[in-house]
């Protein structure tokens, strides 16, 4: 049973336009949201995080949006660039389980963005 | 450059042998982990380390040992592994277990002969 799920295997966007990479999870439990960007042969990178008190964190090129009554959460990113890219991963954790900080992964979504 | 170095990158071994994974994390974090990810599958926690006890342990088989002698050093210790073992194991550490980014290696890729 995947708790966290990312339903787009892949997703091709055209450079200087917005990527919008989706996920959905099922543990109501959740309340600490990750992305994370994996580029071949490497490690996943982290991106940007929000807590469940929050719907929208943003850093630079980078937002998420968090709709808990949904339970989805989304990456925005704007303006698209060719070094983007890569796999993409949402993860989530639940703080009120046991604390060890385990992350649940999504398959994640590979982004193409077209020059 | 993330902080956390895995050796070696690449691991080639029959299923009688024994061999190791190293972690090392320069990042002064407490907490270490390590996730395996199979082909086509999600990432998946195996064990979790918080100031070098450890925490989590993902229902993982005996085959798997895990070590860390510090909060800075995590091994993955491998003996009479399975074909179907064969994955990318990714360490990951972060300041604290709880809303606080993981931050990852490069990985391990263990191919099982």
């Known amino acids: 049973d995947q708790q966290v799920k990312q339903n787009s295997p892949s997703l091709s966007v055209q450079e200087g336009r917005i990527s919008i990479l989706n996920c959905d999870y099922t543990n109501s439990m959740f309340d600490y949201f990750l992305w994370y960007k994996k580029y071949p042969a490497e490690g996943p990178t982290f991106l940007i995080s929000?807590?469940?008190?929050?719907d929208k964190n943003e850093d630079g090129r980078f937002t998420v949006f968090l709709n808990k009554s949904a339970k989805h959460l989304s990456l925005h990113i704007v303006p698209s660039q060719p070094g983007d890219s890569a796999v993409y991963f949402c993860?989530?954790?639940?703080?009120?389980?046991?604390?060890?900080?385990?992350?649940?992964f999504g398959q994640g979504t590979t982004l193409q963005v077209k020059p | 450059e993330t902080g956390v170095t895995q050796t070696p990158r690449h691991l080639v071994m029959g299923m009688t042998n024994k061999k190791s994974l190293k972690c090392e994390q320069h990042l002064g974090h407490n907490a270490m982990y390590w996730y395996k990810q199979s082909a086509k599958k999600p990432l998946e926690l195996m064990f979790v380390?918080?100031?070098?006890?450890?925490?989590e342990n993902n229902s993982v088989p005996s085959r798997f040992s895990p070590e860390c002698p510090n909060s800075s050093h995590l091994f993955l210790h491998l003996h009479t592994l399975q074909p179907e073992d064969s994955a990318l194991y990714l360490c990951?550490?972060?300041?604290?277990?709880?809303?606080?980014?993981?931050?990852f290696g490069d990985g391990t890729r263990l191919s099982i002969l």
């Open positions: 990951a550490s972060s300041q604290e277990t709880t809303d606080r980014p993981q931050h």
């Open positions: 993860a989530a954790s639940a703080r009120s389980s046991s604390n060890t900080g385990k992350l649940i």
């Open positions: 380390y918080n100031f070098k006890e450890q925490t």
């Open positions: 929000i807590s469940s008190i929050k």
